[in-house]
């Protein structure tokens, strides 16, 4: 039994058209950037599934890293980066990201964003993994919520530019090998057509596979999963990065505790009061993340206590409260004074590494699409994210993909068309009431426990069997809800997440192979594992852009989906 190609039955002849000249899909610092990269004399039409506001470039704390102080320079931060990634990242791409950073940071600044200042001058804190002080942040610990105030009250200016919230994006349209738009479903007005000379696909991570997460509700992987579905080619998908520090009150929601609380001098304890960083690591508490969560991981097992804690009573209370407002007035609500008490925290899936892959320019092996940020491994990264990475790669890539989008776009004219694509669904063979929210609530909570932050073998092919069977009679039908399609990219994303980590045989950057625990470079080196562009009936494969011939590939599944 194999998955649908599309989500949903459709016909283009009784559905309603919209024509754009760039469809961005996502509203997150990628997909904004890059609407305001496309020159004024081409139409660029954002849609985002939720409110403009939601998204989780509005929920980065710590800031956005560029180099900014004459002690520091592009050398250290590309060597930081390249350190991080655990000898995965693509020397290129960092260097082209960390030299374009300044004049984004300045570009920023002129759309309006406040960063904090210092006598004047941007102030520059230091996180986990960095060698200098080089991190900008804004409003103390809301840098995301700053930045994206000023950049979406730009793109409201723009007069090209056309913002539709609440609008899901169900599935990336293709016909003869080439993305050719998309269909949404936009709250109160029905489904959509929409056909585009060029996509940006710029919807961001899927941290909401698993229970604890530092992510919004959002962040469900639609993207990856469209895109896996239209032929496009993915990687990495074995990397899920885990914050360490994630507020953790037994029965309450998860709060980020931002990496520049370290950064700033605050010590990790275990239950006793005793610090376990130094014996972890030389780097102590400003180890990169990968490091710190297993540490904590270890910690959390040894102790047999569900949480570490983070200590500032050692740091003047006057700049913690200056430097923190919103940890402290979360905390606050639970009773916790960050300037004395312990904070309890523990580690939370933040960030993928892998997803769609992307060239230089975030093209992707789908002719027509294009795509930048978290639903990305544009190569950055490797594998372990850099602290304040993942905003300056929004911002350039999505600067990059537009310049490539508008160009091609450009070179088609306006000559767009609606095409006769059709979708029929049959229904299902046993036609029962599936409980979404509790399958959905099961897969996030298997994924904590058999694709977590330590991994092995036995676990993940118990995990491989579960998401196998519940994929059989879930990928074949046919919602009419959000979260139904919801539910359907998950597996998708966790189907492919599990699959990569069982290729992966060794432990690097954020993977963690208990039974494989050393880095293997005689057999990995600099390999990827590709997800295979899933093959649609009637239409060609695409080739591969990875072009490595030490690239491992994941094997179909027995059951294709």
Sequence with gaps: MSANRYLVSFDAHQTFHRFTDILVIGAGIAGLRAALEVPSD????????????????????????????????????????????????????????????????EKLVAWGTKFDREEGELALTREGGHSHRRI???LGDSTGFEVMRAIIATARNAPNVSLWDDTFTIDLLTHEGRCVGAIVARTGMGRFHIWANQVILASGGCGMVY?????????????????YRAGAELRDMEFMQFHPTVLYVAGSARYLISEAVRGEGAYLRDVNGERFMPAADPRCELAPRDVVARAIFRTMERTQHPNVYLDLSHLDPAMVLRRFPGINRVCRGFALDITKDQIPVRPGAHYMLGGVTV??????????????????????????????????????????????????????????TALPLQNIIPPPEIDDRLDIADMTAALRSLMVRKM???RERPRLLEAQHDVEFWCRYVLTRDFDTRAGWELQNLLTVARLMIDAALQREESRGTHFRSDFPTRDDAHWGMAHVIAPPRLTEGEPAVPSTSGSSATAVVKPPQEEF
């Design 42 to 105: 081409q139409s660029v039409l954002v849609v985002t599934k939720d409110r403009i506001t939601e998204s989780n470039s509005s929920y980065a704390q710590g800031g956005i890293a560029g180099v900014r102080s004459p002690d520091d320079s592009f050398e250290n931060h590309i060597q930081d980066t390249l350190v991080a990634g655990d000898g995965l990242c693509d020397r290129a791409v960092a260097e082209q990201v960390i030299h374009g950073a300044p004049s984004q940071i």
């Design 136 to 138: 900008v942040h804004a």
């Design 211 to 227: 229970r604890e997460t530092t992510n919004p509700p959002v962040a469900t992987g639609d993207g990856m999963a469209a895109a």
């Design 359 to 416: 060239d230089s320019q975030g093209c992707t092996s789908l002719p027509g699409l294009w795509a930048a940020g978290e639903v990305t491994s544009s190569g950055l990264h490797g594998a372990n994210r850099l602290a304040s990475n993942s905003l300056i790669e929004g911002l350039v890539y999505g600067t990059l993909c537009a310049q490539g989008a508008a160009e091609a776009s450009r070179k088609m004219g306006r000559n767009l």
């Design 452 to 454: 977590g932050i330590v």
